[in-house]
């Protein structure tokens, strides 16, 4: 089983940045992807970025050219760079790290951009 720890996350002014982390823990294989979902109060749960053990990445389009996902394969870490936040991007974000089917997830760690 896959644990995932994640840290980063706070307060923040808008157009400022935070860089949240989630290492993984357990993994038997390197091939997997890992990302990260937000979800805000009232809303679905949505999906952030993702990138493969390849490193091909993908977000959604309301984070494009602002957030940028990364991976450290030696210590099995995802990293998200968040740049130029706003208040729309006020929400928990949980860490995710996905094997075939198997999906495991973090505990999540709060974002809140407000001035």
């Known amino acids: 089983q896959v644990q995932l720890v994640e840290s980063g996350g706070g307060l923040v002014q808008p157009g400022g940045s935070l860089r949240l982390s989630c290492a993984a823990s357990g993994i038997i294989s390197s091939i997997y992807a890992m990302g990260w979902y937000r979800q805000a109060p009232g809303k679905q749960r949505e999906s952030v970025a993702t990138?493969?053990?390849?490193?091909?990445?993908n977000y959604t389009d309301s984070v494009k050219g602002r957030f940028t996902i990364s991976r450290d394969n030696s210590k099995n870490t995802v990293y998200l760079q968040m740049n130029s936040l706003n208040a729309e991007d006020t929400a928990v974000y949980y860490c995710y790290h996905q094997f075939g089917y198997a999906v495991s997830w973090g505990q999540g760690t709060q974002v809140t951009v407000s001035s």
């Open positions: 990138i493969t053990s390849s490193g091909r990445t």
